[in-house]
């Protein structure tokens, strides 16, 4: 379990690393260059790993409050 455990963590960093990118000024000029298209899938992109970052952050909780 400490395995799956550090292995949800290491996840947990990399999401909010990617969100960290995609949310930086260069990121978002780059997408309105590239259009609306990329501008739409960039925002998508970074609801996505907000979603995936609370389902992490909620099973690390659970997992360490033994509700699981």
Same mark, same amino acid.
């Given at each position: 379990?400490?395995? $799956? ?50 389902? $992490? ?12």
């Amino acid at each position: 379990m400490d395995d $799956y455990l550090q292995q949800l963590r290491e996840e947990l960093e990399s999401t909010r690393k990617s969100i960290w990118f995609w949310s930086q000024p260069n990121a978002r000029i780059g997408a309105q260059r590239a259009g609306e298209e990329f501008r739409d899938y960039t925002a998508q992109h970074i609801e996505s790993l907000k979603r995936s970052e609370d389902e $992490y952050v909620k099973l690390i909780a659970d997992i360490e409050g033994g509700t699981l």
